[in-house]
């Protein structure tokens, strides 16, 4: 329905940046598995130090047997080691029913990078779809940072007829923004957009 607007010249004229965050994120977020794969390189190749490796079983148990989605919710905003950022999604996920609407409501207002990527991990992995709820609430967003990163769920979990409106985030964010890569969050979520719809 929406073909003719994701054209070949379109993405020509307009190619993603192979170095920016959203592509990074858009790459785990696309390849689920993709972190522990890292984290697995991370600690039998190049090694961890006790001290290090004491800081993670910690925080992995804490995380493990924490059972109040307030405490958890904390934790998404507190800076826990990579190798403990999937333990903590899964976790939430765990109570993504209490735990989502208040990680987007305090999306809204967030300029903390912690809190944005642990939030956009747990939005492209929950069970639920919010995808509605964050369109309508784009206007809201505060950070360009996050408006980027929403783009980009909607392109992963969106239906067809939010191509639209993500390419006019697209150009928004680009105009607004130029010299920045917030514009690539809308860019990555067309093309996500185009594989799922018409290149089949």
């Excluded at 170095?19 to 090694?47: C, H, P």
Aim: some cysteine; glycine content about 4%; charged content about 30%.
């Amino acid at each position: 329905m929406y073909k003719k607007l994701l054209t070949k010249k379109f993405f020509q004229d307009n190619p993603y940046s192979e170095n920016s965050v959203q592509r990074f994120i858009y790459s785990m977020l696309l390849y689920e598995g993709i972190e522990d794969a890292a984290n697995e390189i991370l600690m039998k190749q190049v090694g961890l130090s006790d001290e290090r490796l004491i800081q993670i079983t910690r925080e992995k148990e804490l995380i493990q047997s924490e059972q109040n989605p307030e405490e958890i919710f904390q934790l998404l905003r507190k800076k826990i080691d990579v190798i403990n950022r999937d333990d903590l999604i899964k976790k939430a996920l765990e109570f993504e029913e209490v735990l989502l609407p208040m990680v987007i409501e305090k999306l809204m207002r967030s300029y903390h990078d912690i809190f944005i990527e642990n939030s956009i991990q747990l939005l492209a992995r929950s069970h639920k779809d919010f995808t509605q709820l964050l369109k309508e609430k784009y206007a809201e967003i505060r950070s360009p940072y996050v408006q980027s990163l929403v783009c980009l769920i909607l392109g992963l979990r969106g239906e067809e007829n939010t191509i639209p409106w993500i390419q006019d985030r697209f150009f928004e964010l680009k105009n607004l923004y130029p010299g920045e890569t917030y514009d690539q969050g809308p860019l990555l979520a067309l093309h996500e957009l185009n594989c799922r719809f018409y290149d089949k």
